[in-house]
């Protein structure tokens, strides 16, 4: 059975737009914003884009679709009001992304901006327990996402997401999403066999054996350690080809989401999406980190 590779798709126009757009590079998954990704404001989101959506899945036989959060939500904020004007937009995000059927929606875990990581994890803690109290009885899980560790966003250390797993009530609404180009930049190799073993053990052992619900592919425009966020296409950065041909390959994350967030736009004609998708697909086979 293939990989289940996704990318990234504008939601102009409507969330089935997006679908369509994938389907149509050939993609069996795909992740979208849930609302404009730079406004707090919300539009609504009617009984007829939630039917589109929906329609638009079943018509192509894209599945597992994915949605990430805004990026103005800091739940690490020490700020009261953007703290708790984070928490309402993410429960919005959260009720949305549940409405149109969307099983993840992943989050950067936030900045603790000048407070210091402890005190940053657990006001990210008590913000996800605030959002889970608020959206009862949802199925969507919120994805707390690896970071390249910028400034003074939290998440590029595993233990990061471990304590926060840690430290919510209810842990169990939570899963871990991991970008390729953030855990290299932030410091964990990912080249060798060996260094992708030694890597993955250690994200095991922070958050746990089976937490990790989606994949982000990406290369990396900066070097290992850099704590630079600047994705590249696949093979087209530092990180270069093999890590991916062991992710593809490794049967822990054989069904779950791999989403390209990779640059957009065309080359020699060819949709960029269809390169880096042609790409992946060379290097499923035999090979796997467990060979």
């Given amino acids: 059975m293939p990989a289940n590779f996704g990318s990234h798709m504008s939601m102009a126009g409507g969330h089935d737009r997006a679908v369509r757009a994938a389907h149509a590079v050939g993609f069996s998954s795909v992740q979208v914003f849930t609302k404009s990704n730079n406004q707090w404001r919300a539009a609504a989101l009617t009984d007829a884009h939630v039917a589109a959506f929906r329609a638009a899945l079943a018509e192509t036989g894209v599945g597992?679709?994915?949605?990430?959060?805004?990026?103005?939500?800091?739940?690490?904020?020490?700020?009261?009001?953007?703290?708790?004007?984070?928490?309402a937009s993410l429960a919005v995000e959260v009720e949305r992304g549940e409405a149109l059927g969307i099983a993840d929606l992943v989050i950067h875990p936030g900045a603790h901006v000048g407070q210091g990581e402890e005190a940053g994890l657990a006001r990210i803690a008590r913000g996800l327990d605030e959002v889970h109290r608020r959206t009862r009885g949802v199925a969507l899980r919120i994805d707390l996402e690896t970071t390249a560790g910028q400034g003074t966003c939290l998440g590029h250390r595993f233990e990061h997401l471990g304590q926060i797993l840690d430290l919510v009530e209810e842990p169990e609404r939570l899963g871990v999403c991991v970008d390729t180009c953030h855990i290299f930049a932030a410091g964990y190799p990912l080249g060798t066999p060996s260094e992708y073993h030694d890597t993955?053990?250690?994200l095991e052992r922070a958050v746990g054996s089976g937490r990790v619900r989606?994949?982000?592919?990406?290369?990396s425009q900066r070097a290992l350690g850099s704590r630079v966020d600047r994705h590249a296409g696949i093979g087209r950065g530092h990180l270069g080809v093999e890590p991916f041909r062991l992710i593809v390959n490794d049967p822990r994350f054989r069904d779950i989401p791999m989403i390209l967030e990779t640059p957009k736009g065309d080359e020699d004609g060819e949709d960029l999406d269809a390169v880096n998708l042609r790409v992946l697909r060379q290097l499923e086979g035999p090979g796997s980190p467990e060979d």
């Fill in 64 to 87: 597992d679709p994915v949605a990430h959060a805004s990026y103005l939500i800091n739940l690490g904020s020490p700020d009261d009001s953007l703290w708790e004007k984070s928490i």
């Fill in 200 to 202: 993955m053990g250690a």
């Fill in 214 to 219: 989606v994949l982000h592919l990406n290369d």
